[in-house]
């Protein structure tokens, strides 16, 4: 069984992410990580600027960058990289709020969106492994279902009817982006001795 420290300060992260390597991994967020400046131009520099950031400080541990977020080709790609402060409070109420009021003039294939998820296996600050996972959907024009986090309530999931706040944990690491990641990420843990 692995030990992997998740570069985040977010903890239903590193929850999601550790029912989803159950039995090959454990997911483990370091209490002296603080966030680094996130100023990469792609989800891949961010996820090596956080890997890297915690690698310095416990070299000897596997640990894994991710990043991620909401990218809406009508909005020219936007929230994307800037998905968690895309309104001035970056809150997730305030980013859903200016997401829709962005979205008013937006109907039918203009309101399609994807999620992406980049994740980086480092040890030692060397990359081990690194992989990207999508999954597409629409945005709706309210929000719908408590669980989850962040756009979770107005991206709605197509082949499900249903938004990914109104999926169950395990329903949404299904067919998640992030789910889509650790899959690939699992896959080389096995083949690793996992
Ligand atoms: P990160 O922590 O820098 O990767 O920020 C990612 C941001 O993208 C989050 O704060 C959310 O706003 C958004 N995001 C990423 N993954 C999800 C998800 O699974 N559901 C909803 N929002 C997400």
Known sequence: MFKIYLASTNSHKAREMGEFLEGVAEVLIHPEYKAPHEDGDSFRENAIIKAKALSRLIPKELVLGEDSGLVVPFLGGAPGVKSHRFSTRGTDLSNIEKLLSALKPASGQERKAYFVSYG????????LWEGEGRVEGEITHKPMGEEGFGYDPVFFYPPMKRT????TREEKNRVSH?????SMLKEFLLKNGG
């Open 120 to 127: 980086v296996l480092m040890r030692g600050g060397k990359i």
């Open 164 to 167: 990914f706040a109104q999926l």
């Open 178 to 182: 992030r789910g889509r990641m650790l």
